[in-house]
């Protein structure tokens, strides 16, 4: 009985959700994913353009940044690709002016953030020195993203690779190895871990 009224209630969480992103546009549901009931995140997610996987989860909060606000954002989710069987944390920045790939089996903790542009356009002296930047962001399959950590425009996380907590990745890092501080340095390889 408790079950079917859960379900129930998601299933009108997801009706309501698909209704008003419709008539309001992305935004309604990026409001949204900042404290959704769970069950309904990936439908909509889904909805609205992104693809996720089976057996991913998504823990709670999503905080989705220009999907539609960016001069480069698709207006949608569709920058947005989660493989199969992945963990994304509670409260995970995702800035959709460019695509987020994240493969099969990859773990990203809570408070993670994936930046992929920088513009400082609004400054007409520092826009010159620090021209718009915006680029794809990849994890690849397997690999950790640890709590708080951030990565940058343009950077793929290797397989099998991982971000220590509150690490900050401006470059690419290597398969099977291990990156921690701020920036990041690789500091360990793992055995077989770039097969
Ligand atoms: C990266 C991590 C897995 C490494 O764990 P570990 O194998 O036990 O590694 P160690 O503690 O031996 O650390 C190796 C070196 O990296 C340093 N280091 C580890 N994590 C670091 C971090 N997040 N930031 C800066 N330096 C770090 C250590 O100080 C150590 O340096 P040293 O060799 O100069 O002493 C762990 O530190 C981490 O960040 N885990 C993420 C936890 C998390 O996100 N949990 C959320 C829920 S899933």
């Not at 569709?78 to 493969?103: M, P, Q, R, T, V």
């Amino acid at each position: 009985m408790r079950n079917s009224i859960i379900r129930g209630i998601a299933f009108l969480e997801y009706c309501t959700g698909l209704l008003a992103g419709r008539m309001c546009g992305v935004s309604f549901i990026a409001r949204y994913l900042r404290n959704p009931n769970p069950r309904v995140t990936i439908k909509l997610l889904r909805a609205f353009g992104a693809t996720v996987g089976r057996d991913t989860t998504i823990k709670r909060a999503l905080v989705i940044d220009n999907a539609s606000e960016d001069q480069n954002s698709s207006g949608d989710f569709s920058h947005l690709k989660i493989g199969a069987n992945c963990y994304i944390g509670d409260n995970s920045f995702l800035d959709l002016a460019d695509h987020i790939i994240i493969e099969d089996n990859a773990i990203i903790s809570a408070n993670a953030s994936f930046v992929t542009h920088a513009s400082c356009g609004r400054s007409p002296y520092l826009s010159t020195k620090f021209p718009r930047k915006c680029a794809r962001i990849v994890v690849k399959t397997g690999a950790w993203v640890g709590y708080g950590a951030t990565v940058f425009p343009g950077v793929t996380v290797g397989r099998n690779a991982v971000l220590g907590a509150h690490s900050l990745l401006l470059e690419d890092a290597d398969p099977g190895c291990l990156y921690v501080g701020i920036p990041a340095k690789k500091v360990q390889e793992f055995a077989g871990g770039q097969s």
